[in-house]
């Protein structure tokens, strides 16, 4: 089986061998989340990463959702400058957003100065060389990309969202067996300072 993802890296080597141990293997395949939606769309993979319950209204009946969570997390506004959290996002100028990540389309931004990049890495380069002034980034993509004495600020601006799998419909038949081993490796894995 191929999926798709946005980023997490680190987290899927261990879900690959959680599910090999349950007899499901997969491969993983990086590519933008716009492209990522279309291969779904089009039975091209066979599922994709990462992606909150409301990714069913975009995807369709092209794909169904994995019910037990990979990961739960929610959004952040990041700055360099603390000030720059008292702000309105409405106000804030220069700022970069992820593109395709649907979460963000529920945070209120500015009407103009608004960057889009396709992936958290690049976000966070553009914030510290001062290219943008602040990022929209998850919990658990910031933990990963934060350098360890980087003094940069956050600010929490969803609720708490669950980050799911979600199979091609043609693949209806390994919802429970996939859902299981989920469940297994959120018993086993733990990520620091993330949230589960």
């Given at each position: 089986?191929?999926?798709?993802?946005?980023?997490?890296?680190?987290?899927?080597?261990?879900?690959?061998?959680?599910?090999?141990?349950?007899?499901?293997?997969?491969?993983?395949?990086?590519?933008?989340?716009?492209?990522?939606?279309?291969?779904?769309?089009q039975?091209?993979?066979?599922?994709?990463?990462?992606?909150?319950?409301?990714?069913?209204?975009?995807?369709?009946?092209a794909?169904?959702?994995?019910?037990?969570?990979?990961?739960?997390?929610?959004?952040?506004?990041?700055?360099?400058?603390?000030?720059?959290?008292?702000?309105?996002?409405?106000?804030?100028?220069?700022?970069?957003?992820?593109?395709?990540?649907?979460?963000?389309?529920?945070?209120?931004?500015?009407?103009?100065?608004?960057?889009?990049?396709?992936?958290?890495?690049?976000?966070?380069?553009?914030?510290?060389?001062?290219?943008?002034?602040?990022?929209?980034?998850?919990?658990?993509?910031?933990?990963?990309?934060?350098?360890?004495?980087?003094?940069?600020?956050?600010?929490?601006?969803?609720?708490?969202?669950?980050?799911h799998?979600?199979?091609?419909?043609?693949?209806?038949?390994?919802?429970?067996?996939?859902?299981?081993?989920?469940?297994?490796?959120?018993?086993?894995?733990?990520?620091e300072?993330?949230?589960?």
């Amino acid at each position: 089986m191929a999926v798709n993802f946005y980023t997490f890296g680190s987290i899927i080597s261990s879900l690959q061998e959680t599910f090999a141990k349950s007899g499901v293997c997969f491969t993983v395949d990086h590519a933008p989340a716009p492209r990522n939606s279309l291969l779904l769309k089009q039975g091209k993979t066979d599922g994709e990463l990462f992606r909150i319950p409301d990714y069913q209204n975009t995807i369709g009946d092209a794909a169904i959702m994995v019910p037990e969570p990979i990961i739960e997390g929610y959004g952040l506004l990041v700055t360099k400058s603390e000030s720059v959290l008292d702000e309105d996002l409405a106000n804030i100028q220069g700022m970069a957003v992820g593109r395709g990540v649907v979460w963000q389309n529920y945070v209120s931004l500015p009407e103009a100065g608004v960057s889009e990049v396709g992936d958290y890495a690049s976000l966070m380069t553009m914030l510290r060389t001062g290219r943008v002034s602040a990022v929209l980034i998850d919990n658990v993509n910031f933990t990963q990309l934060k350098l360890p004495k980087e003094n940069l600020f956050a600010k929490r601006v969803t609720p708490k969202l669950q980050a799911h799998l979600f199979l091609h419909a043609r693949h209806t038949s390994l919802l429970p067996e996939i859902n299981k081993a989920i469940r297994v490796w959120r018993a086993e894995y733990s990520l620091e300072n993330g949230d589960f």
